[in-house]
């Protein structure tokens, strides 16, 4: 059983920075895409970035290119999102997921293991 815990979320003023951290439990992640994605009150789940098995390919949505950072150390099992710049629209819980796969996808629906979720609050 896999587990995924997410952590490192908080309040920042716009332009600020983040560092979330998702943190993999259960078995070895080293052959599973990874992903973030957002989800603010009333609106569906977004897809943010994912990055796959080696971490030699990442995937941003428009929103956050330029701006966040997709990486992960498989030897720790571990994943983080650095978030620069950050503004009010970034506002969300902000969740982890893993999929059986070795590459990426921006679809929720295609991800098998979720965390929790953690909170970012952008204010201006």
């Known amino acids: 059983q896999v587990q995924l815990v997410e952590s490192g979320g908080g309040l920042v003023q716009a332009g600020g920075s983040l560092r979330l951290s998702c943190a993999a439990s259960?078995?070895?992640?080293?052959?599973?895409?990874m992903a973030w994605f957002r989800q603010a009150p009333g609106k569906e789940r977004e897809f943010v970035a994912a990055?796959?098995?080696?971490?030699?390919?990442?995937l941003y949505a428009n929103s956050v290119k330029g701006r966040f950072t997709i990486s992960r150390e498989n030897a720790k099992n571990w994943m983080s999102l650095q978030m620069d710049n950050l503004k009010p629209e970034d506002t969300a819980v902000y969740l982890c997921?893993?999929?059986?796969?070795?590459?990426?996808?921006?679809?929720?629906?295609?991800?098998?293991?979720w965390g929790q979720g953690t909170q970012v609050t952008v204010s201006s």
């Open positions: 997921a893993a999929r059986s796969a070795l590459y990426g996808s921006t679809w929720p629906d295609e991800y098998d293991y």
């Open positions: 259960g078995r070895t992640l080293s052959r599973n895409a």
């Open positions: 990055i796959s098995f080696s971490g030699g390919d990442t």
